[in-house]
């Protein structure tokens, strides 16, 4: 939707402001707000520079063209090869090829240079605007809703190891199965959640690398419990503190729980359904 908008008020901005290449605007915006990490951060940086510096050197290759058709067909054809070369290598350099090459291929069907080198950067400020006001209107909601998955997560896991501690001093642990089982799609909410937030890290919410760490041990704790739990469900002795362990592990993640309470959860998609115990 947010890309779709910015592609709208790029061409509505273009047409009242009578721009001949308005679709230079919705392209450097789109481009910008595209689900990608470098495209919301570096890169809007990257194009605005790139292109006034690809602006800039149109001037001496004016010079050296001399309004030629052959020559200015031969440079379209040269800074072709030269931006294919950069594509990937580096986000500046490609901007300014391809800039330039966007100048002269408008040259060589008649325009002026120097006017399409303006018009190409003005164009190209404007869509840069576009994007990071509509970033600023639009904030991103994924550091949101990954502390409302760890949360869940986290709580799972306390609640499963509450059983496990049960389990280990020999009683009855009714609904372990269930339990582990929202332990599980919990997890797999996280992770999907953390895969978003990497590829979309700005706006409100903890960042990447919180959540990533936090996953992390809250998973390490899943993993070995896990193990103690196959242990004690094929009938191995569990050791004298095997309860006291789990029951801390449960306290200590309840207490993560009660830290990230304080933001309010964003709307679910009703996917996640309790697993029945089988």
Request: glycine letters at 8%; proline letters at 5%; one cysteine or more.
């Amino acid at each position: 939707g947010r890309l779709a908008l910015a592609a709208f008020i790029s061409l509505l901005l273009a047409h009242a402001l009578n721009l001949e290449h308005g679709g230079w605007v919705a392209a450097t915006a789109v481009a910008l707000l595209r689900p990608d990490y470098r495209a919301l951060t570096v890169d809007t940086v990257a194009r605005a520079v790139g292109t006034a510096i690809g602006a800039a050197a149109v001037i001496p290759l004016v010079w050296i063209t001399l309004g030629e058709t052959w020559a200015e067909v031969a440079m379209v054809a040269l800074l072709a090869v030269a931006t294919f070369a950069v594509t990937a290598a580096n986000e500046g350099l490609f901007v300014i090829a391809i800039t330039v090459e966007t100048v002269f291929t408008r040259a060589a069907v008649g325009e002026d240079p120097i006017a399409a080198a303006t018009t190409r950067m003005l164009d190209v400020f404007l869509g840069c605007l576009v994007a990071v006001v509509l970033l600023l209107v639009l904030p991103l909601r994924h550091g949101r809703r990954v502390k409302h998955e760890l949360r869940n997560y986290a709580a799972a896991t306390s609640d499963w190891l509450a059983a496990l501690a049960v389990l280990a001093e020999g009683g009855n642990a009714k609904g372990l199965k269930k339990r582990h089982g929202r332990m599980r799609v919990a997890r797999v909410g996280t992770q999907h959640s953390l895969d978003v937030r990497e590829v979309e890290p700005l706006g409100s919410g903890i960042p990447p690398w919180w959540g990533q760490n936090l996953f992390g041990q809250v998973h390490d704790v899943e993993r070995t419990a896990c193990a103690a739990e196959a242990s004690l469900l094929h009938g191995a002795t569990p050791s004298p503190q095997a309860a006291e362990f789990a029951r801390q592990a449960s306290a200590d993640l309840a207490a993560v729980v009660a830290i990230l309470q304080g933001d309010p959860a964003p709307p679910s998609d009703d996917s996640s359904e309790e697993p029945s115990d089988l």
